[in-house]
């Protein structure tokens, strides 16, 4: 049983194009994360929800839109897609979101805009 | 605001040799440390964590890591390495308040027969 999956894991698109992300967790966790870890590995955050309620939203383009129809899940769309936004995205989760909490990561999307 | 800064991009080590992995953080109040490790086109996997007490901390798989405040460090070691070890690892501290981590640029570690 995967406790954090996403869907797709490959993801090949022209600039331009919106595309969606999908990610789910089994584990009861109240918080989901959407990290980005570019071509050099830094791995960033982008968005955190505890129970459906956006708690963070780092400085990320407004073409990004987060969105938690539940607890157990954290989508990511994506509209317009430019070059820079190839990357792979990793979804994660945690049991209360506090401080020191640890992260079940996903396996990632790796997203290329041709 | 809260920073990590792992020295070394790539670290090659022959099987059954140690291997001593740097991280250094900064940060104006107290944090929390972990150690992640990403095998390839896999997702990060937690491999060890310093939240308080002893500041000598272990993994299930022989790694450990020691929370130095003074020198703002948190190195990672393994006195015997496993070509199975070969994997990026990834220091990270966690920001105050609501859980935000501050991933360091990781280290690539390349065991070799």
């Known amino acids: 049983d995967t406790a954090v999956s996403q869907t797709p894991k490959y993801l090949v698109t022209q600039m331009g194009n919106d595309k969606s992300i999908k990610c789910e967790q089994n584990?009861?966790?109240?918080?989901m994360y959407w990290y980005k870890q570019d071509s050099k590995k830094f791995l960033k955050i982008m968005f955190s929800y505890n129970n459906k309620e956006l708690i963070i939203n780092e400085t990320v383009p407004n073409r990004f839109s987060p969105k938690s129809p539940d607890k157990a899940h954290l989508n990511l769309h994506i509209n317009s897609l430019e070059l820079g936004d190839s990357a792979v995205y990793f979804c994660?989760?945690?049991?209360?979101?506090?401080?020191?909490?640890?992260?079940?990561f996903g396996s990632g999307t790796r997203l290329t805009v041709v | 605001a809260q920073s990590v800064t792992q020295l070394d991009s790539q670290v090659p080590v022959f099987e059954e040799a140690p291997v001593e992995l740097r991280c250094n953080y900064s940060s104006s109040v107290s944090v929390y440390l972990f150690w992640y490790v990403q095998y390839p086109n896999q997702g990060l996997q937690l491999l060890l964590k310093?939240?308080?007490?002893?500041?000598l901390v272990e993994s299930i798989n022989g790694f450990e890591a020691e929370f130095n405040k003074s020198q703002t460090s948190f190195h990672l070691r393994k006195p015997s390495v496993h070509i199975s070890d070969t994997a990026e690892y990834f220091c990270?501290?966690?920001?105050?308040?609501?859980?935000?981590?501050?991933f360091g640029s990781g280290t690539k570690l390349n065991v070799k027969p």
């Open positions: 310093y939240l308080s007490g002893s500041t």
């Open positions: 584990l009861g966790h109240d918080t």
């Open positions: 990270a501290v966690s920001g105050r308040g609501f859980n935000k981590f501050y």
């Open positions: 994660a989760s945690s049991p209360t979101g506090t401080e020191d909490d640890s992260y079940t």
